[in-house]
């Protein structure tokens, strides 16, 4: 009888083994599973997830394509409407309601759908960007934010103990980090505003908005998909900040001209002090000053305190004829040491916050500003407009148009103008593309 | 031999004799030859370049969005736009701007390099070769190039121009500079192409011409004016045309000069392509793209048209 039991049993072991070995064996569906990338530098994480992938999926191969990011977004604007899209699409924010609005994308399987609506996982701030009639359309991934970086040799010459903790610190400081030749040309830009391309000039003016106003230019409008903007609610604070602007490019209080390097580069050879920008500058200032020394801090605040966040998105392509293995492949990359790769490679921060990033925290306290939560400093991201681009571009014209305007010096009644303008512009793009909500 | 076997003989012959008469008939029924000569070309033309044409014509009048799938008929409301778009309206008098200066200044410049290389024949060659260099410099790193002698920290122009005790110039970066100088590196890029044609023009001005002028009196200026130029009349309008409608068409170096993402920006200058390429394939209005390709369509023919007319043989 015992005899008998510990046969059954050990049949019973080698059954339910090769039961188990079934479950596990690879899947035997074939092809190719296309990924584009708009930002190459997290291709990398893909690659690390090739082998473990493979294991699921012997006779997939990954196909990895990376391109400039406008052209990826015209090459994936163009695709996917006609079926010959990528089989996972790699979106931002922003893009993310064309594809949306085109019934482009599939649906997220429920384990996962479960994970974006936990608020221990994903920042409900996130969700709500890629969430339509209460369901998720994509898995956030990583997050691109912006943080103030400053020089701290230029901080200590100038007798700055730390980095401004407000807007008006700010333009303070940056009055007394300028450095100018004998001939009064500036040398050195106490801060490194973003003065021209439209959209980029706007989404950083957007950003001090934001902290003088609370709101952002372009909000999202009661209905989703809807935009309205805010520059008219705002007019007085609005133009006060135009007039900070200019008052900063002309006249004697000037901090930064459009003839020095600007940007990123302009920070890493230390033609700024100052500079509001995304994770992934501490790589490229590493890279390209190795010897500039920079902390990185909160973005000062005003009347409110926040920073901008973007999000690159994982959704699969509904015409895809390998959901199943894109959607196992999103689910790979959420573990730990691929989210480690996006952040030691890319700089960008992974989403999930129920992941531990404090080893690589601890050896690149450069990030201290992107990775620490800070009580009260509120994550914010842009309204999901289809007309994001142009209606950026177009008003960011108008107001980068002003900054060049030296007869706008305390005049804020040229100021509001100005703003009422940029209002003007921005409401007729949204209205010319059914959007705009009044 | 059998009489089947010599019907099958025959065959050849009578398919070659056939072919032959065929062949004749064609020759002498000429529009058949044409037909048949041109007729692959003209099909291809048509493919490539009039179906796009009539096919940017018909979505003008729609509004046609390549991520959506809705796309309804508007009627001329594309057109009516264009009258309040204050970008389109800048792009078109920077690119007009852009061409009278260019045309002007390339033109005038290989004419008189190529009546002065006239007075060195023996080395004009060597000369042609040097300024034609540029012609075949693709524009996107020729841009990239200037772009770097711009620079208003570490560029050579500002460079030289410093010894001179000229202050620091932001030449793509101020708005007021910024024609003049991608107009440099047009003129740069363009003139050796333009000298070659003219250099190719003056060689077939017969020289008894000018030598009898010489024994006549006339002094190298009235030769120009009063033979040279006349004699090269059909030169020149095909060089205003050629550069006219090249210059029309600028974007590349505009494109590459004025690229901002990093280090140092410049001034946003719009011309005329950039706009359309930008409403078609950054902000996806294709429709609205096409209304201004036929605005710039129409408006470059009826420039060239009124060429013609000023150029013509009286």
Known sequence: MKRRAVLAGGAGLVLAGLGSARAAAPDPVSGKLSIWLGYGETAPAYRLAEPAFKQMYPNIQIELLSFDLHEYEAKLAVAVPTGNGPDILTLHDYIFPHYYDSDSLDTVPADLVADINNPKIVDPVFTRILTREGKPWGMPWWKGSRALFYNLDHFKEAGLAGPPKTMKEMWEFSEKLVKKAPDGTLTRAGITLRLTEGSGGLQKFSDMYYEMTGVQILETGPKPGTVRVTLKDNLDAAAQLLLDYVEHLHGPKKVDDWALKHDAQGFANGAASMLMREDWVVAFVRKNGPDIRFGTAPVPRGKAWGNFNFIEILSVNKDSKLKKPAWDLIRLLQEQKYLDNVLTESGWVPLRMDRDFSGFLSKNPEYKAFLEPIEGYVPWIEAPDTAYVEATSRTGDVILAAFRDASLLNNPDGARKVILKAQDVAVDILKNSDIYAP | ?314
Not at chain 2, 108 to 113: E, Q, V
Not at chain 2, 213 to 232: C, E, F, N, R, Y
Request: charged letters at 10%; one cysteine or more; glycine letters at 6%.
């Open chain 2, 1 to 314: 031999m059998s009489g089947a076997t010599q019907h099958l003989a025959a065959a050849p012959f009578a398919r070659r004799s056939q072919l032959r008469r065929s062949w004749a008939q064609m020759r002498r029924n000429h529009i058949g030859f044409v037909v048949c000569a041109l007729g692959p070309i003209l099909a291809l033309f048509v493919l490539i370049r009039i179906y796009p044409i009539l096919e940017t014509i018909r979505l003008s009048f729609y509004n046609y969005n390549i991520t959506q799938r809705r796309n309804p008929f508007v009627g001329l409301s594309n057109y009516i736009r264009l009258f309040d778009d204050d970008p389109f309206r800048t792009a078109l008098l920077n690119t007009i701007g852009f061409s009278v200066l260019s045309v002007i200044v390339t033109l005038a410049l290989a004419l008189t390099i190529a009546i002065l290389l006239r007075s060195i024949e023996h080395t004009a060659a060597t000369f042609e070769l040097l300024f034609y260099i540029p012609v075949v410099i693709p524009w996107v790193p020729a841009a990239v190039i200037w772009k770097w002698i711009y620079d208003p920290a570490y560029g050579a122009l500002n460079y030289v121009l410093s010894g001179f005790g000229v202050a620091r110039l932001g030449w793509l970066q101020e708005p007021t500079l910024i024609l003049y100088a991608i107009v440099l590196v047009s003129v740069w890029k363009l003139v050796g192409y333009f000298i070659v044609i003219y250099g190719v023009g003056l060689r077939s001005i017969p020289e008894e011409l000018l030598e009898a002028a010489s024994l006549d009196g006339a002094t190298a200026w009235q030769k120009v004016v009063h033979i040279v130029l006349p004699l090269m009349r059909p030169i020149i309008l095909f060089t205003v045309v050629t550069c006219t409608i090249i210059c029309f068409n600028v974007f590349a170096p505009v494109y590459v000069l004025t690229a901002s993402s990093q280090g140092a920006p410049a001034y946003d200058f719009k011309v005329v392509v950039g706009e359309i390429y930008q409403n078609g394939f950054v902000f996806y209005h294709m429709g609205y793209a096409g209304a201004q390709c036929v605005v710039v369509l129409l408006f470059v023919m009826s420039l060239l048209a009124v060429q013609f007319l000023a150029f013509r043989e009286k």
